[in-house]
């Protein structure tokens, strides 16, 4: 049987359409692209008998990095930054928020804090990492000072991202100058409500006495949310090695803490204390007990994890860090930076 030419010259012009459109494809798709990630393939977490959980019901520690203040060092939130911190073995950012300062928080530059804020959030996303929003009260004192730019902001953020599995909320960094349990938690019973309407099934972090140190306080008396986390903040050096204590309380009583803030400070003899920091870490990561260190910058103090004379704002190798950056960036992969400091 003899095909139409008519219906050959149709199907022709159709093979050659496809093959167009197939060349144009070639041309024009990205160089080594690749197939885009699914969204929200992060676990979401959970809090289950004092443990923070992932949706198989594991037992998840969060480890990274604070920011430093996010308007005086906004170069180390981007992507690159993210992406080292990841290679290094860090699945967490802490994003601080300072809330009033006069130096610039939220309170003297809402608008450009929030565009800061967004980038350092969705730069996060991007490397699959955990980002806990930090409020950072401070230099305010009690949280109750500026509540309802808390309500503001978090109504914003927890708006935006609603149940987006990355974030988690810390709602007061280090409530200080006398502020009562009693005051955070009247504080934190207004704010939790506003995130839970729009993002109710994220975890919460709330801070406790004295910078975020007494923490038994919220141990004794948790708050009656779900999924709620307490702060306890440490400084070797500073302080003593009470913090077993604590996380033995916590861990007796099944209430979840999370490490948001440790760092070091000098020791009696001057220099850094890196052996109470490496003992704290060590039980941290034996404990599974989540945590970020501060901070990731190169503000010439000793807290700081990149050199003052390093102007990389990522892909920082081991010579670009201070030995208190050594021992975080080693943690982080549970390794032990004193002995690797002796054997070299």
């Known amino acids: 049987m003899q095909v139409p030419k008519k219906l050959v010259s149709w199907i022709l012009f159709l093979v050659l359409l496809l093959a167009v459109v197939f060349i144009e494809y070639l041309l024009l798709r ?88 967004y980038l350092a959030v969705e730069n996060a996303i991007c490397m699959d990492m955990y980002a806990v929003v930090d409020w950072h009260v401070l230099q ?7 509540t309802d730019s808390a309500l503001s902001f978090f109504e914003e953020v927890s708006a935006h991202y609603g149940d987006c599995p990355n974030l988690l909320y810390e709602i007061c960094n280090e409530p200080n100058g006398g502020t009562t349990w009693d005051e955070i938690c009247a504080y934190a019973e207004q704010v939790i409500p506003v995130i839970r309407k729009n993002a109710p099934n994220a975890v919460v972090i709330v801070g406790t006495p004295e910078f975020s140190y007494a923490a038994e306080w919220a141990i004794d008396r948790p708050l009656a949310f779900e999924n709620v986390m307490y702060s306890f ?27 948001t803030e ?12 890196l052996a109470q920091a490496e003992k704290f870490v060590t039980v941290l ?60």
């Not at 305010?140 to 500026?146: C, I, R, T, V, W």
């Open 30 to 117: 990205p160089k080594n692209s690749q197939a885009p990630v699914e969204a929200g393939h992060i676990s979401a977490l959970h809090i289950e008998y004092g443990k923070l959980k992932d949706e198989d019901g594991q037992t998840v520690q969060l480890t990274g990095m604070s920011s430093h203040g996010l308007l005086w060092y906004p170069g180390y939130v981007n992507s690159g930054a993210m992406q080292t911190l990841k290679e290094y073995g860090a699945n967490t950012f802490r994003i601080a928020v300072y809330s009033d300062d006069e130096a610039g928080g939220y309170v003297q530059k809402p608008q450009e804090t929030m565009q800061l804020l």
């Open 140 to 146: 305010d004192a009690s949280p109750l000072n500026n």
């Open 233 to 259: 903040h440490f400084y070797a050096g500073q302080f003593d090695d009470h913090f077993n204590d604590v996380f033995n309380l916590a861990e007796k009583k099944d209430v979840a803490l999370f490490v």
């Open 262 to 273: 440790w760092g070091v400070n000098y020791g009696m003899n001057g220099k850094p204390a």
């Open 285 to 344: 990561n034996r404990r599974k007990i989540s945590w970020a260190a501060w901070s990731l910058s190169n503000k010439d103090e000793v807290y700081s994890a990149i050199r003052p004379d390093c102007g990389k704002l990522s892909g920082w190798e081991e010579d670009d860090l201070t030995d208190v950056g050594k021992l975080i960036f080693s943690s982080f992969r549970q390794e032990t930076f004193l002995n690797q400091l002796k054997g070299s």
